[in-house]
Every structure is written in structure tokens, then in C-alpha cells.
């Protein structure tokens, strides 16, 4: 792993996060009100892509993160890297590759809200190849959105997913539902069902779990925790952040902000408390299993705080810890 990803203090290696996933190019539409709607908008290509979007946030506030990856060598794959670098994000696990990076046409309501179509055939992140086992200071893995759908990637994601766990470091995903490129939903329900006993932190929007649990073999947050998932957080939008253990629930309220869009959002939510986790000397599995509702609750309102930055400027843009207090 990287030099960097040291305890500025001395003392020895810090904790790492490894975060598995896509990064793509976000081409952005914003529809004014009043528009004419027979004339196009100005499309503005942005960085995106769940994944490379919780690193970002996590390298941003101050942990040690890698990203594990396959980018493309063209104009968009180099501008990947050079965010990732910029960032404070460790790229040691990016593989390159000559096919095109994946787009997303993320059309902007007069609400903020973005809605998504994507173009992903033959891109390099869904040809991701086998990255071997993570160094031993590497204590948190997190995945999600894209790369747990498309394969051949999301089965190499998957193999990943189990060896993290069978090593028992901290597991978070983040499905981040995009049905647009889900062919069969029950079977990635199905699959999805299989992931939940590894899960230490599944974080989910409440449409996420709506659809998750729509289907023939529907299923519920009760029945995730049932199954094994250590804790359930649900992002509401402008009404917060909920938190479900098989003990207790609770409800941390978003702060108040003028949303100009919702690019990154969730990400932003993940990434936060993945930095909180970090800061807090709570970044195992069995740690984050034990967190009473104090903690949880301090965790979802400082993820709230980050996540209100994000999404009062335009695109996918965190905050730098110099932009918040501590956790």
C-alpha cells in the first residue's frame, strides 16, 4: 500500500480503507424552470461514480484510502487518476486499461434531484481483474453501485467482498440501486440477499430500499437485520438520516441547506461515516457491531454535515475537513 498511509505522529501505520468500485464521467443536464423544451440544455461532464465518490470524500476528510479500480488510459481515465491523487487517494490498486471510461447522463430537475442513464458496454470498470489480497493495515472495504451489477467485474467484487470478510474486516456496501442497468432485478435481489450476513454497514436510500424490497422474494430492513446485516443506515433526503440495529433506531436530522443538486449525496453520507468510524478508533467489524445509539447518532448528523455541503454545489464535491469540525 501506499507510504503515504502512515500515522503522521509516528507511531506506526494507520488504519486503510479500500474502496472497490467504478469511477466514471458524470455528463450533467440541468433542465431550468420555464425552459424551452424544444432546445437542449449545455451538457457539463463532471467526475463521478459511487465508488470513486466515497474515496474521494474519505480522502478529502483525512483517512487513509485506496481505491481499487480499473481506469482508462483515455482523457477521462487520466483525469480520474490525477483527482484521485489530488484527493489524497491511494491508487496503488488501480489497474489501467485501454477501453473507454463509462458515462452517465445525469439529467438535474428543478428540485435538485438527479436521474440517470448510462453508457457502459466494453467500458474499462466493468473488466476489472482479480486485485489479490489487500495489505494487512487495510482494516474497511467498502463497494457499491455499478460494479456489484456488471459484470465480469461485479463477480471479481464479489470474490473480494468474501475474502474481506473471511479476513473479518469491516464490510460496507452501498447498492445504490440504478435499475436502468439491472437487466434481472429479482436476481440481483437474490444476490443481494446473499451479500447481507457479511455486511457490517449497509447504507441504502430509502428508494433503495423500496425497490429492494419490491419483487416475488420481497424483503425487508427487519429481515436484513435478521439475515445478518450489522447495521441498516437510510438516507431520507431533507429529512435525515436513519439508522437500524437489531437493539434500537434513530433519526438524525439533515441539515438545513439550499440544495443546487444531489450529485454525490449518498456518497458523501457513506463517506462520512466511514471517516467517522476512522476517527473514532471504530473502524473493525465487531467495533461497529457493538455502537450504542449515542454513537450512531453522532455518526449519522456528521455525515448529515458532509453530505449538506456536497449537495449545495454543483456536482459530486465534498468538503475538505478544513470545511467542517471535527467529528
Same mark, same amino acid.
Given at each position: 500500500?501506499?507510504?503515504?498511509?502512515?500515522?503522521?505522529?509516528?507511531?506506526?501505520?494507520?488504519?486503510?480503507?479500500?474502496?472497490?468500485?467504478?469511477?466514471?464521467?458524470?455528463?450533467?443536464?440541468?433542465?431550468?424552470?420555464?425552459?424551452?423544451?424544444?432546445?437542449?440544455?449545455?451538457?457539463?461532464?463532471?467526475?463521478?461514480?459511487?465508488?470513486?465518490?466515497?474515496?474521494?470524500?474519505?480522502?478529502?476528510?483525512?483517512?487513509?484510502?485506496?481505491?481499487?479500480?480499473?481506469?482508462?488510459?483515455?482523457?477521462?481515465?487520466?483525469?480520474?487518476?490525477?483527482? $484521485?491523487?489530488? &484527493?489524497?487517494?491511494?491508487?496503488?490498486? #488501480?489497474? @489501467? /486499461? =485501454?477501453?473507454?471510461?463509462?458515462?452517465?447522463? %445525469?439529467?438535474?430537475?428543478?428540485?435538485?434531484?438527479?436521474?440517470?442513464?448510462?453508457?457502459?458496454?466494453?467500458?474499462?470498470?466493468?473488466?476489472?481483474?482479480?486485485?489479490?489480497?489487500?495489505?494487512?493495515?487495510?482494516?474497511?472495504?467498502?463497494?457499491?453501485?455499478?460494479?456489484?451489477? $456488471?459484470?465480469? &467485474?461485479?463477480?471479481?467484487?464479489?470474490? #473480494?467482498? @468474501? /475474502? =474481506?470478510?473471511?479476513?473479518?474486516?469491516?464490510? %460496507?456496501?452501498?447498492?445504490?440501486?440504478?435499475?436502468?442497468?439491472?437487466?434481472?432485478?429479482?436476481?440481483?435481489?437474490?444476490?443481494?440477499?446473499?451479500?447481507?450476513?457479511?455486511?457490517?454497514?449497509?447504507?441504502?436510500?430509502?428508494?433503495?430500499?423500496?425497490?429492494?424490497?419490491?419483487?416475488?422474494?420481497?424483503?425487508?430492513?427487519?429481515?436484513?437485520?435478521?439475515?445478518?446485516?450489522?447495521?441498516?443506515?437510510?438516507?431520507?433526503?431533507?429529512?435525515?438520516?436513519?439508522?437500524?440495529?437489531?437493539?434500537?433506531?434513530?433519526?438524525?436530522?439533515?441539515?438545513?441547506?439550499?440544495?443546487?443538486?444531489?450529485?454525490?449525496?449518498?456518497?458523501?453520507?457513506?463517506?462520512?461515516?466511514?471517516?467517522?468510524?476512522?476517527?473514532?478508533?471504530?473502524?473493525?467489524?465487531?467495533?461497529?457491531?457493538?455502537?450504542?445509539?449515542?454513537?450512531?447518532?453522532?455518526?449519522?448528523?456528521?455525515?448529515?454535515?458532509?453530505?449538506?455541503?456536497?449537495?449545495?454545489?454543483?456536482?459530486?464535491?465534498?468538503?475538505?475537513?478544513?470545511?467542517?469540525?471535527?467529528?
Amino acid at each position: 500500500m501506499a507510504d503515504w498511509a502512515r500515522d503522521t505522529h509516528g507511531i506506526g501505520p494507520m488504519r486503510e480503507i479500500v474502496v472497490c468500485g467504478e469511477a466514471l464521467v458524470d455528463v450533467v443536464s440541468t433542465t431550468a424552470p420555464g425552459a424551452d423544451p424544444s432546445r437542449l440544455p449545455p451538457l457539463q461532464p463532471a467526475l463521478g461514480g459511487g465508488p470513486f465518490n466515497v474515496a474521494i470524500t474519505l480522502g478529502r476528510l483525512g483517512s487513509a484510502v485506496s481505491f481499487c479500480s480499473a481506469v482508462s488510459t483515455d482523457t477521462y481515465g487520466d483525469a480520474i487518476m490525477a483527482a $484521485l491523487a489530488a &484527493g489524497g487517494v491511494g491508487t496503488t490498486l #488501480v489497474q @489501467r /486499461r =485501454a477501453e473507454p471510461t463509462s458515462l452517465a447522463l %445525469a439529467t438535474i430537475g428543478s428540485d435538485g434531484a438527479a436521474h440517470y442513464s448510462f453508457y457502459v458496454e466494453g467500458t474499462a470498470d466493468r473488466l476489472v481483474s482479480e486485485p489479490g489480497d489487500f495489505a494487512s493495515t487495510v482494516s474497511a472495504v467498502c463497494f457499491g453501485t455499478l460494479s456489484m451489477v $456488471l459484470e465480469p &467485474g461485479a463477480s471479481v467484487y464479489e470474490r #473480494v467482498m @468474501r /475474502r =474481506a470478510h473471511d479476513a473479518g474486516r469491516l464490510i %460496507a456496501l452501498d447498492p445504490n440501486i440504478r435499475s436502468a442497468v439491472i437487466d434481472d432485478p429479482d436476481f440481483y435481489r437474490r444476490r443481494f440477499l446473499d451479500w447481507i450476513p457479511m455486511i457490517d454497514v449497509l447504507k441504502l436510500s430509502d428508494e433503495d430500499v423500496d425497490w429492494l424490497g419490491a419483487g416475488a422474494d420481497g424483503s425487508s430492513v427487519d429481515d436484513w437485520l435478521h439475515e445478518g446485516a450489522g447495521v441498516v443506515v437510510i438516507t431520507h433526503g431533507g429529512d435525515g438520516i436513519s439508522v437500524r440495529t437489531s437493539e434500537f433506531s434513530i433519526l438524525a436530522q439533515a441539515p438545513v441547506t439550499d440544495v443546487v443538486d444531489t450529485i454525490g449525496a449518498g456518497d458523501s453520507v457513506l463517506g462520512g461515516l466511514l471517516h467517522f468510524f476512522d476517527d473514532s478508533g471504530a473502524l473493525t467489524a465487531s467495533a461497529i457491531r457493538s455502537q450504542d445509539a449515542d454513537f450512531w447518532t453522532r455518526a449519522a448528523e456528521y455525515a448529515a454535515r458532509v453530505a449538506a455541503v456536497t449537495v449545495s454545489r454543483p456536482g459530486a464535491d465534498p468538503p475538505w475537513s478544513s470545511e467542517l469540525t471535527r467529528p
